[in-house]
């Protein structure tokens, strides 16, 4: 198993810079130096070097992304590898535990060792889903609109009919006789005309007089002029930072994976993941034989 960062040492070339805080590969080096894009210096330079360096950028992030998804993968089927594996010895030895808290609470009778076995016990029984506990009362979301009026004794009322005053009703046939998308003549302008009619009808449908009248002023003022797009270097500049900034979020993932538990397992026996899930069933297997006997000695 290799780590991603360890992958990526390993395949970053020699002439490799650092933008944003994540590495950047340099593909457009002249020979002997580097081809490190900084904004100081990248505008004096050739358009070439730019698309080279964003290229070089690109063929590395895709390599570390197939790094770090490979790892992913290992990690995940890992994971099933272990619940599937030890997950049953876990759940023996918590039922053990149960056991256990229970027989000493029966035998002393004492508040405190009732109350851990009671809790003991919760950490076995499994926990329904919130629906189910509460018979459809209330989701994820909290209480269902009908369950929070019979709480609190009120009756369910359907939301109040809006009634748009004769201005709004002028308002909204003016705009959309003018608006109507069918007045178009060309696929941009269609889709503008629909953006904006399906603003026109949710005010109307409000009946917000005064949304109506500012969405009037904004059909009178005409389209909004068209900003002025970037330059090609400034694309490709934008395209640098989207890499690093890529870079950086799959680092973090990487990170993530590396630190949680099953990762931190992997890196303890990286060449034969196998080998440590039998060593670890060896352990389980000898505390569930120490619990059965501590029980069986409670019980005798």
Same mark, same amino acid.
């Given at each position: 198993?290799?780590?991603?960062?360890?992958?990526?040492?390993?395949?970053?070339?020699?002439?490799?810079?650092?933008?944003?805080?994540?590495?950047?590969?340099?593909?457009?080096?002249?020979?002997?130096?580097?081809?490190?894009?900084?904004?100081?210096?990248?505008?004096?330079?050739?358009?070439?070097?730019?698309?080279?360096?964003?290229?070089?950028?690109?063929?590395?992030?895709?390599?570390?992304? #197939?790094?770090?998804?490979?790892?992913?993968?290992?990690?995940?089927?890992?994971?099933?590898?272990?619940?599937?594996? $030890?997950?049953?010895?876990?759940?023996?030895?918590?039922?053990?535990?149960?056991?256990?808290?229970?027989?000493?609470?029966?035998?002393?009778?004492?508040?405190? /060792? #009732?109350?851990?076995?009671?809790?003991?016990?919760?950490?076995?029984?499994?926990?329904?889903?919130?629906?189910?506990?509460?018979?459809?009362?209330?989701?994820?979301?909290?209480?269902?609109?009908?369950?929070?009026?019979?709480?609190?004794?009120?009756?369910?009322?359907?939301?109040?009919?809006?009634?748009?005053?004769?201005?709004?009703?002028?308002?909204?046939?003016?705009?959309?006789?003018?608006?109507?998308?069918?007045?178009?003549?060309?696929?941009?302008?269609?889709?503008?005309?629909?953006?904006?009619?399906?603003?026109?009808?949710?005010?109307?449908?409000?009946?917000?007089?005064? $949304?109506?009248?500012?969405?009037?002023?904004?059909?009178?003022?005409?389209?909004?002029?068209?900003?002025?797009?970037?330059?090609?270097?400034?694309?490709?500049?934008?395209?640098?930072?989207?890499?690093?900034?890529?870079?950086?979020?799959?680092?973090?993932?990487?990170?993530?994976?590396?630190?949680?538990? #099953?990762?931190?397992?992997?890196?303890?026996?990286?060449? /034969?993941?196998?080998?440590?899930?039998?060593?670890?069933?060896?352990?389980?297997?000898?505390?569930?034989?120490?619990?059965?006997?501590? $029980?069986?000695? $409670?019980?005798?």
């Amino acid at each position: 198993m290799t780590t991603p960062e360890a992958e990526q040492s390993q395949a970053e070339p020699a002439g490799a810079g650092t933008r944003g805080g994540a590495e950047v590969p340099a593909g457009g080096a002249e020979q002997g130096g580097e081809a490190q894009v900084t904004a100081e210096d990248g505008a004096g330079r050739p358009k070439e070097r730019l698309e080279r360096a964003v290229r070089a950028a690109e063929q590395a992030l895709i390599e570390y992304e #197939i790094a770090v998804e490979t790892f992913r993968v290992e990690v995940d089927n890992f994971s099933r590898l272990h619940h599937q594996k $030890l997950g049953p010895m876990y759940a023996r030895l918590d039922e053990l535990d149960a056991r256990i808290a229970e027989a000493t609470a029966a035998r002393t009778g004492d508040p405190e /060792d #009732i109350r851990k076995a009671d809790e003991a016990r919760a950490r076995v029984l499994p926990m329904p889903g919130v629906e189910e506990l509460f018979h459809g009362w209330m989701d994820g979301g909290g209480l269902f609109p009908e369950a929070a009026a019979m709480l609190t004794d009120q009756p369910v009322r359907p939301p109040e009919r809006v009634r748009p005053s004769d201005e709004a009703r002028k308002l909204y046939r003016e705009l959309a006789r003018k608006a109507h998308p069918d007045l178009a003549q060309e696929d941009a302008e269609r889709s503008r005309r629909e953006e904006f009619i399906t603003r026109v009808n949710a005010a109307y449908a409000r009946g917000d007089e005064a $949304l109506l009248r500012e969405l009037a002023e904004e059909w009178a003022a005409g389209p909004a002029p068209k900003e002025q797009g970037p330059t090609p270097a400034e694309e490709l500049y934008a395209r640098l930072e989207w890499l690093a900034q890529r870079k950086e979020m799959l680092a973090f993932v990487a990170k993530e994976l590396e630190e949680s538990a #099953i990762g931190a397992m992997l890196r303890l026996a990286p060449d /034969d993941p196998d080998r440590l899930l039998d060593e670890i069933a060896d352990q389980l297997l000898a505390q569930v034989t120490e619990r059965e006997a501590e $029980l069986a000695a $409670l019980l005798g």
